[in-house]
């Protein structure tokens, strides 16, 4: 939802279904990792990532700053897509087999 948002059109998650996931990473990567990943996949689905006590203040000295939210990072992922040479090198990266 945030994403679709932020972009202002509909957006299809991929990962609202967690045998998807194990199915696109199988080509990239060992069978066993593919299966991790869709474990990992269904936990986040079905339990969400909820801080416990004391994760948000360790987080915070670790990184020496306030968290950010999730709607503000994809906000300011967009804005720098926008410009010409950050959309670029993204295709590139994202085009880049995973090995």
Partial sequence: MV???VLGRSVNYGCDDPTMVEQNM???MPKWMAYEMRLMAERYVS???LPETGDIERLTKILG???HSY???ATQFFVVQQTPSNAALSRRIISQPIV
Wanted: aromatic share 20%.
């Fill in 3 to 5: 994403w679709a948002q």
């Fill in 26 to 28: 199988a080509p990239f």
């Fill in 47 to 49: 339990e969400g990532m």
């Fill in 65 to 67: 700053r306030s968290l």
């Fill in 71 to 73: 709607r503000d990072f």
